[in-house]
C-alpha cells in the first residue's frame, strides 16, 4: 500500500500560487496530495501579482502616469501627477484616491484600481482695482488692491512713455508677487503711462485702467481725486 502525501504552497509576499509541476491529484489547488509509489519530482509554480492602475482624464490637461492602463507590482506606490492646459485648473482626482484635492498625490496598488484628473475651466482673473501712481525721485511706486481669487501667481505690470503707443512689460522675468511695484528706470521728469494686469495658472487677466505719473513730481490729493479710482493730479516741481 503506497502511502497519499499532502502537499501546500504557501507563496512569499507579492506572489501567487498558480499551478504544481508533476504527479499531482489536483495541479490547480495550493493544497494537494500524491501517492509515494516511485521517485517523483513536483514543483510548486508561483506568478508575481501584477496590478492594473486605470487613468483617464475629464476636461482638458495632462497627467503622468499617461492617460491609459499601467501594469505595477503588487503592492507598487505610483505618484500622480495633474498638469491643466491654458484655461483650465485643476479641480480633483477621483476614484481610488485617498487625497483626491491635491495636483500631486500617490496610489498604493494593492487592487486594481482607477483614477481619473479632473478639470475645469478657469475662472476669468479679475483685472486688479485702486491702481494708484506714486511719483518721486528717480523712481515711480504703483500700488493697487490685491485680486482675491484662486489660482493667483502674481501680476505684471506694463509701460508707455506717451499718451499713445503699445505698453511694454516691466515684469518680464516673472509677476510680482505684492500688489506694489517700483519702477526704477524712469528719468527725472519723464511722464509714464502704467496698467497692470493679474496673472496666474496660464491666464492673464485684462489690464487695470491706465494711470500716468511724472518722476520727481509732488502728488497732491483732493477728495474729489481720491475717489477717483487709480487717477490723481500731478504738479511738476
Not at 500631486?104 to 491702481?131: C, N, W
Amino acid at each position: 500500500v503506497y502511502k497519499r502525501q499532502v502537499l501546500s504552497a504557501t507563496p512569499g509576499a507579492g506572489y501567487a500560487f498558480d499551478h504544481w509541476e508533476g504527479d499531482v491529484a489536483d495541479p490547480r489547488s495550493a493544497t494537494t496530495s500524491t501517492i509515494a509509489d516511485d521517485d517523483k519530482t513536483i514543483t510548486a509554480v508561483f506568478t508575481q501579482i501584477t496590478r492594473v492602475l486605470t487613468i483617464s482624464v475629464s476636461g482638458q490637461g495632462s497627467v503622468v502616469p499617461a492617460a491609459g492602463r499601467h501594469r505595477y507590482s503588487d503592492g507598487t506606490e505610483v505618484m500622480l501627477t495633474a498638469k491643466p492646459a491654458a484655461g483650465w485648473q485643476f479641480d480633483r482626482w477621483q476614484g481610488d484616491v485617498a487625497t483626491g484635492q491635491l495636483s500631486v498625490t500617490t496610489i498604493v496598488l494593492d487592487a486594481d484600481k482607477s483614477v481619473t484628473a479632473v478639470f475645469v475651466r478657469a475662472q476669468e482673473l479679475a483685472p486688479p482695482t485702486g491702481v494708484i501712481a506714486y511719483p518721486g525721485t528717480n523712481a515711480i511706486v504703483l500700488r493697487w488692491d490685491a485680486v482675491a481669487q484662486p489660482g493667483l501667481s502674481g501680476y505684471h505690470v506694463y509701460r508707455r512713455t506717451g499718451e499713445e503707443g503699445l505698453f511694454e512689460r516691466l515684469t518680464a522675468s516673472g509677476p510680482v508677487l505684492a500688489a506694489q511695484y517700483r519702477d526704477d528706470t524712469v528719468v527725472q521728469g519723464g511722464e509714464y503711462y502704467y496698467c497692470v494686469t493679474a496673472s496666474g495658472e496660464g491666464r492673464e487677466s485684462a489690464p487695470s485702467e491706465i494711470v500716468w505719473a511724472q518722476a520727481g513730481a509732488i502728488i497732491l490729493w483732493t477728495s474729489d481725486v481720491a475717489a477717483a479710482a487709480g487717477t490723481c493730479t500731478i504738479v511738476p516741481i
